[in-house]
Structures are given as C-alpha cells and as structure tokens.
C-alpha cells in the first residue's frame, strides 16, 4: 500500500505546484491588464482643466490625461468638437470641464457617450455676469485663485470617486491612487494659496496708495477672464470690450470707450496677447491710460507649473500697472 500511496502523493504535489504556479501565472496576467487596460484616462475639456489634471495625477502613470484641445487653442467659446476629440471621449472615463456654459459642446458629448463620467469643475461657485452676453454668466473663474482652488478640489473629488468605482482593481491599488490624488491636491492647492496670498498683498498696499493714485482702481479689460482676477484684485471693471475673432470693432466703440476713459479717469487697459492689443493700442494713444498685457492662463506649455507661472507674472503686471512696489 504504502509504495502506491508515495507516487500518488508525488503526482498530487506536482498538481498543486503547476496549479499554483499557473495560477500565479494568471494573477500577474492579470496585473499588467490593471496597468494597460484599466489605466484611467482623463480628458479635460481645454488647457485650464488640463494643468489641473496634470497636478492631480500619480506619478506612475496610472491616471492618465489628456486635453481635447491642443495648448495654444485658448478658451473655448464657440469650440467645435473634432474628430480627434471624439477619438479621445471614447477612450476617456472622466471629463474634468469648466462649466458655466464654457463647454457649448456638452451635450453632444453626453449623447454621444452616456458612460462618461463628467466633472463640473466649477460645481458650488457663484459665477460673475457676463458683460459681453446678457444673461449669461462669466465662466473664467480660474482667474480668481480662490475660486480655483474649489475647481482643483472639485476635480480631485471627481477623480477619487470614480477611482473607488472600480471594483477590478485590488482594494489597496484604490486606496494607493486616492492617497497619491489626496496627496498631490494638497500640495497644488498650497502653491495656489501661497498666489493667493500676494494678491492680498497687493490690495492692502492698494488701500495704503488710495488717496494718491484712485483712477488706478478702475479699468477696461479685453477678456472677459480677467474680471475674476480685477475683482480678486479689488478693481473695478469699467468696461468689457471683446473681440470676437476677424471682426473688427467698430469706431464708434472706440470712441466710446475713449470717452470712458476721459470720464472716469481710467488708468489701466488689461489686454492679452493672444487676442492682439491693436484696440487697446489706439485708446492708448488717445487718453491717459496705459496698456497692460496679462495672461488668462488658457494657453500654455504643457507643464504642471503653468498656472503658477502665469499667475505670478500676472501679478508682477498687476503690480506695475497699479504702482505697487
Ligand atoms: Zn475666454
């Protein structure tokens, strides 16, 4: 008995080996398909969004993400869809998007993809009025960096919840993403506070200039984005006057605008470079003020930091136009 009980006992042990071998096999199979296959895509519906996702995002790549709208394209007002992004929505779980009417496209999207998870970015913020399209608000919100860092938590929000919908991944690969997305928000937000803080800075060395200087806290701004930042600030926006792309403005604007400069002693027109400065130019030369250009912060390099970046020069501009040292 005992000499065909060994062998058995032998073929036995090998089963159990192969089949633990082969199962291990299998695991780690399946461990390079939660990389490839269940990586999280992210797009975001322009660059403002994007730079949020980039400072997001871990490190191994895990989440990935991707803008629909190349780097230089800018806001997104009157964005047609591309193939390309049609392209990058079906690949895409989330959409991290701005909100407030910036994303005319919407439902498009949400026709064509019922399963993409969208995140409104700017969820729980009060929106400025337009000054350019009656009844409609002013979306540029990220100008404002207190308001942006409602949009960057709303976006981490986002991330983690859909992050725990995934009930493929191991719980501890959940837990590991959420941490490094919690973590990553923290740190973004603090370099967003720090931007915060010299804004502060500056209206209370504003208030210190008041009674030298006032004609320097009103202003005409040539995007509508820079409202948020004026009003940060502690400016007053006389007067919007944008642009749409190829059309001309009208002499009689300028002329209007030039009597509202006269008559209100505005000191500062907030222009930028992307939608040329030819306007603000010949106010200009016909008044007191001066042009400055700042940065809306919706083209760029693809870098984490440009937010950042664009944000400190904006105050260095704000800085000099207002005569703050
Ligand atoms: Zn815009």
């Known amino acids: 008995m005992k000499n065909k009980i060994i062998p058995l006992l032998g073929i036995m042990i090998v089963i159990a080996l192969s089949g633990a071998i082969i199962a291990s096999l299998i695991e780690q199979k399946n461990g390079d398909n939660v990389q490839d296959e269940h990586a999280i895509t992210v797009a975001a519906s322009f660059y403002a969004p994007y730079i949020i996702g980039l400072n997001l995002a871990d490190d191994e790549g895990i989440i990935r993400i991707e803008s629909l709208t190349a780097s230089d394209e800018g806001c997104l007002h009157d964005y047609q869809l591309t193939a390309n992004d049609m392209k990058l929505l079906s690949q895409a779980d989330i959409l991290l998007m701005n ?6 496209y919407l439902t498009e999207v949400t026709d064509n993809f019922p399963d993409l998870v969208i995140v409104d970015l700017s969820r729980g913020i009060t929106m400025l009025d337009s000054m350019v399209h009656e ?14 860092t409602v949009q960057v938590a709303n976006a981490r929000d986002g991330i983690i919840a859909y992050i725990n919908t995934l009930t493929n991944l191991s719980e501890e690969l959940r837990s590991e993403l959420e941490d490094k997305v919690y973590e990553n928000t923290e740190i973004y937000i603090s370099k967003v506070e720090a931007i915060d803080e ?9 208030k210190e200039n008041e009674k030298e200087d006032e004609a320097a806290s009103k202003t005409i701004i040539f995007h ?3 409202a948020y930042i004026a009003q940060r600030a502690g400016l007053e926006v006389a ?15 300028i002329a209007d605008a030039v009597d509202l400069v006269k008559q209100e002693d505005i000191g500062t027109l907030f222009t930028e470079k992307q939608y040329g400065d030819d306007i603000a130019k010949r106010i200009e030369e016909e008044t007191d003020a001066k042009v400055y250009i ?3 912060a ?21 800085k000099e136009a207002l005569k703050v040292r």
């Open 198 to 206: 010299e804004l502060d800075k500056l209206i209370e060395s504003l």
């Open 298 to 318: 919706v083209t760029g390099e693809k870098n984490a930091d440009a937010y950042i970046r664009a944000m400190e020069e904006n105050i260095i501009t704000l």
């Open 239 to 253: 007067k919007t006057i944008e642009l749409e792309d190829e059309t001309a403005l009208s002499a009689g604007v």
């Open 135 to 148: 009844g409609e608000p002013n979306p540029h919100v990220w100008l404002d960096p207190r308001l942006y």
């Open 294 to 296: 700042i940065d809306s």
């Open 99 to 104: 909100g407030g009417g910036m994303e005319a």
């Open 224 to 226: 509508e984005a820079f």
